[in-house]
């Protein structure tokens, strides 16, 4: 299965799951840490990871 990881700077206008989901984003929270989620897109499984941008996180960064 395909990994995805999309990162950036926090308030970027990342919002990859939500995305390929057709969830609503409106409603959409600043990412805290990781947010993993298993999806079917187009007949392919995928794991997507958003990672969330802020200046504490931005350590971590390395390991993904």
Known sequence: EPNILILGLGDAGK????LLTNQDVKDVKPTVGVNAQTIN???????????????AIREYWQYY
């Open 15 to 18: 919002q990859p799951i939500e």
């Open 41 to 55: 897109f187009c007949g392919i499984t995928l794991n997507v990871y958003d990672l969330g941008g802020q200046k």
